[in-house]
């Protein structure tokens, strides 16, 4: 069994930055691939940023979050990160880490952190 936890979120200006933390409790999380969703006020969940383990840590962003956002993963602390730079109002959402075994199996989902950004 996986739990995953959230934090970081908060309230920021335009243009400001996070960086929001996912701890991930259980076996193997360098065998996981991890990923940062988000869901916006009436919009589906969104995939924002992926980083696998298995494959040396290859990432993949949205695209409307390629150059301001950064995925890593610290896998002597099962902790998977997103710096977030130059945020927008658009940015808003709640914002969930995602794990799934790189061989297969559930899909594993942290509560949430919320991330606002207003002026």
């Known amino acids: 069994q996986v739990h995953l936890v959230e934090s970081g979120g908060g309230t920021v200006q335009p243009g400001g930055s996070l960086r929001l933390s996912c701890v991930f409790s259980g076996l193997f999380f360098d065998r996981h691939i991890m990923s940062w969703y988000r869901q916006a006020p009436g919009k589906e969940r969104e995939l924002v940023a992926v980083?696998?383990?298995?494959?040396?840590?290859?990432?993949d962003y949205a695209a409307d979050v390629k150059g301001r956002f950064t995925i890593s993963r610290d896998n002597a602390k099962n902790t998977v990160y997103l710096q977030m730079f130059s945020l927008k109002s658009e940015d808003t959402a709640v914002y969930y880490c995602?794990?799934?075994?790189?061989?297969?199996?559930?899909?594993?989902w942290g509560q949430g952190t919320q991330v606002t950004v207003s002026a």
């Open positions: 980083i696998r383990s298995p494959d040396n840590g290859i990432t």
């Open positions: 995602n794990a799934v075994n790189y061989f297969g199996g559930p899909n594993y």
